[in-house]
């Protein structure tokens, strides 16, 4: 019952700690790294609040040190993921209708758990099972979480004031009804935030969801469920359900109530959904929303005007940051000849300087690949790098998996702009330069925009207005998030809406209203206080 407009608390980005050594934070996460990694964690699902172990089980092995053994996580039968699908329906009754004070006191609560007591855990899940460094865990984990939590509560309520227009005797009122059925979220293993982020944005707005983690997040996906439950989310709104995704989503997809699919993963896995639920349309009660945020090759371009040190920077830190594992990662750059071999001569320097290990060692810039198939595929295409006459390997280069699935930051140089690595995402810490002659910019342009099916993050570098200006209208459909001299990666929920168009997703835009509209069905509701007696309108006398 409200009895009053309620504002929430203004949201603000939560302040990145530095984990410098000796801080606080530090000593605590490497403290809670230590005993989680020496620890044994059993990772049951969850549906309907209660523990499900099916003891078919896999185990979950930190990427940098493959042979360790840090738990295991129960993975379902065809029968669990029915009961997730009923569950969710029972509880929606109750949660669909409890006032949305409500709803936004939990996931305020959680926010600032996170903050606290939770922040040391979250990071060190995400450190030891997805091999993020602190700094890298503690702004996914740790800060865009709980700006997610803090911008969505806020972001509810401003769709909520936004109300139609009354002429005089009537009130028009718009309600933001949850969809009808459940939503089905399925997130991917780089992002912690995105993960807690997929169910939470459309339980927020009043949605059920069952929930299928990433296989290789089941560890950080364990503490999200711990936060959700201890901030007093209430059983059934969120099910969690881990294994095989081919019979989760069969057997999700050909439920009639299924009504939102909230993905973020690979573009070919959400192109394949897509499809699925296009097949089994005339299965569902109502229209499914599809929101994914998908693949990516995300592009640098400089100008001859640019400053070389920032483009060097803008590629080592957007390109080897977590291995090259973020979504909006560098992975081709265009450069004019005339400033290359500065460009080259800082990347050079820099990219020396870059340690690589377990996040356990602060100092190591560069963790591992998060499993052996990814490994494999990023060292093949590295390999046929060093064979190719239109390639060549000029840093980085080696890899080994005898511990953890280490790759050198590599550098390769392309003479040809469509060579492979300038059009395939790998999703691994390699990033594929072509050198243009400085008066074909303007083609260049159109290589950029032209060259893969994505469009997700693309950073341009340029000194001169005239050609940031020609630059962003040349490549105004080739990224959902554009950079002007600055890096493509790191957006932040409340300032850098994320998202991207083409095959890179559906640009809903995490992290803003335009994904939570997706997760209501708006009710129009008209109210005539005199209604009228007579039918005749004056045109028919
Ligand atoms: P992935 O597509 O392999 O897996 C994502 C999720 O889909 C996982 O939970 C996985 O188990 C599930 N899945 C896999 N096959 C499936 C199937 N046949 N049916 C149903 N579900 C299935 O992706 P990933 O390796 O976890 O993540 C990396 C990918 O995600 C990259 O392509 C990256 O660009 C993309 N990504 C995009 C964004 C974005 O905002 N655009 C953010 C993060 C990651």
């Not at 005797?169 to 979220?185: D, H, K, M, Q, S």
């Not at 996906?221 to 881990?242: C, H, M, R, S, T």
């Not at 699919?261 to 573009?267: D, K």
């Not at 090759?297 to 291995?323: C, M, V």
Request: proline share 5%; aromatic share 12%; with cysteine.
């Amino acid at each position: 019952m409200t009895r009053g407009f309620f504002n929430v608390p203004v949201a603000t980005n939560e302040p990145v700690k530095s984990y410098k050594a000796n801080s606080p934070e530090r000593n605590e996460v490497l403290a809670t790294y230590k005993a989680m990694y020496n620890g044994k964690v059993d990772i049951p699902m969850h549906i309907n609040g209660e523990e499900i172990k099916t003891g078919n089980i896999r185990n979950i092995t930190p990427p940098h040190d493959h042979k360790h053994i840090v738990g295991q996580y129960h993975i379902a039968e065809k029968t669990h993921v029915e009961s997730a699908i009923s569950t969710a329906l029972a509880a929606r009754a109750a949660w669909s209708s409890v006032s949305w004070m409500e709803r936004a006191s939990i996931f305020l609560k959680a926010a600032e758990l996170l903050a606290g007591p939770y922040r040391a855990k979250m990071n060190a899940a995400t450190m030891i099972a997805q091999s993020k460094n602190v700094f890298q865990a503690e702004i996914d984990a740790a800060c865009e979480m709980i700006d997610f939590f803090k911008f969505n509560v806020q972001y509810m309520t401003d769709i909520f004031k936004d109300q139609p227009a009354s002429a005089p005797g009537i009130w028009n009122r718009v309600e933001y009804r949850p969809l009808e059925g459940f939503v089905y979220a399925i997130s991917p293993f780089n992002f912690t935030s995105i993960a807690a982020n997929l169910p939470a944005a459309a339980a927020l707005m009043g949605n059920v969801v069952v929930w299928k983690p990433s296989d290789h997040q089941a560890y950080s996906a364990q503490v999200i469920v711990d936060l959700f439950k201890e901030a007093g989310l209430p059983d059934g709104v969120i099910n969690v359900v881990y294994g095989d995704p081919v019979m989760i989503s069969d057997t999700i997809l050909a439920s009639p109530d299924f009504s939102g699919l909230h993905f973020t993963g690979s573009t070919f896995v959400f192109k394949e959904l897509w499809k699925q639920i296009g097949n089994n349309i005339h299965t569902y009660k109502t229209y499914p929303r599809i929101v994914g945020e998908t693949g990516g090759k995300d592009f640098i371009w400089a100008h001859n005007s640019a400053n070389p040190l920032q483009i060097a920077t803008a590629i080592t830190r957007g390109a080897f940051e977590y291995q090259g594992q973020k979504c909006s990662a560098a992975s081709r750059a265009y450069i004019p000849a005339s400033i290359w071999n500065s460009v080259k001569e800082h990347l050079t320097n820099q990219v020396n300087e870059l340690k690589m290990g377990s996040p356990e060692d602060t100092s190591n810039f560069v963790n591992a690949v998060i499993h052996e198939g990814s490994f494999d595929k990023i060292a093949s295409y590295i390999d046929a790098a060093k064979k190719d006459n239109d390639a060549e390997v000029i840093l980085g280069g080696n890899y080994d998996k005898s511990v953890g699935y280490f790759i050198e930051p590599t550098v390769i140089l392309a003479k040809s702009p469509t060579y492979a690595t300038m059009t395939t995402e790998l999703f691994g810490p390699v990033i594929t330069i072509y050198i243009y002659e400085d008066e074909a910019w303007e083609d260049s342009l159109k290589l950029v925009d032209e060259s893969t099916e994505y469009a997700l993050t693309g950073a341009i570098f340029s000194k001169d207005r005239y050609i940031v200006e020609k630059a962003s209208k040349a490549l105004e459909n080739a990224a959902g998030n554009f950079y002007i001299n600055d890096k493509p990666t790191g957006a932040v929920v409340g300032q850098q809406p994320f998202g991207g168009a083409r095959a890179s997703g559906t640009n809903d835009k995490a992290g803003s209203a335009q994904n939570l509209l997706r997760w209501t069905s708006v009710r129009l509701i008209k109210e005539t206080f005199v209604s009228p007696e007579d039918y005749k309108y004056p045109f028919l006398g």
